[in-house]
């Protein structure tokens, strides 16, 4: 009885009659039919999306995209088409609970509001997660975090990724 809890209970009663066990084996009872991965992800409306890489929570790092590997998330966290996971590397957003090792999943969008936490391209080579605020012509990354300073630019070089809709956590 392999995976079974360790317990004893008797097949016969003393006279003979067969013993009924009031414990319900569950093993086959709901997987039979949805026992495939695609019937088990359509059921439970789960999408595949691209982990591109990772992210900078701190000092922008050069943008490093990864096509090969995909991380299963719920449908509810992907909010259009076009959507990407990045590993968050750093800790400049850990007020807002975003922490090393974290992962983020990104929309692309271009309708962004002051306060939403985005992806931003620096100059077209460094990418950061960052808080947006703009005021006039000036774009700031605000971090999360005291311990980091906001960084203030010209609309001309900041690019803009995508919108954060959704953190992952491993414990």
Do not use: W
């Amino acid at each position: 009885m392999q995976n079974k809890a360790r317990a004893i209970a008797p097949k016969k009663h003393p006279n003979g009659q067969p013993y009924i066990s009031n414990v319900v084996d569950f093993t086959n009872k709901f997987l039979d039919k949805v026992s495939n991965k695609k019937n088990y992800n359509q059921i439970l409306n789960i999408e595949k999306i691209p982990l591109l890489g990772k992210i900078a929570a701190g000092t922008p790092i050069e943008a490093i995209s990864n096509y090969d590997k995909f991380v299963e998330v719920p449908s509810s966290f992907v909010s259009s088409n076009e959507c990407f996971a990045l590993n968050v590397e750093g800790d400049s957003m850990i007020d807002e609970g975003i922490y090393d090792g974290d992962t983020i999943v990104i929309n692309k969008q271009t309708d962004i509001k002051n306060g939403d936490i985005i992806v931003a391209l620096i100059d077209k080579e460094e990418a950061t997660l960052k808080k947006f605020r703009k005021k006039g012509d000036s774009i700031a990354l605000e971090p999360a975090n005291k311990n980091y300073k906001t960084q203030i630019y010209g609309p001309d070089r900041i690019t803009i990724q995508g919108k954060m809709s959704a953190l992952i956590r491993k414990y």
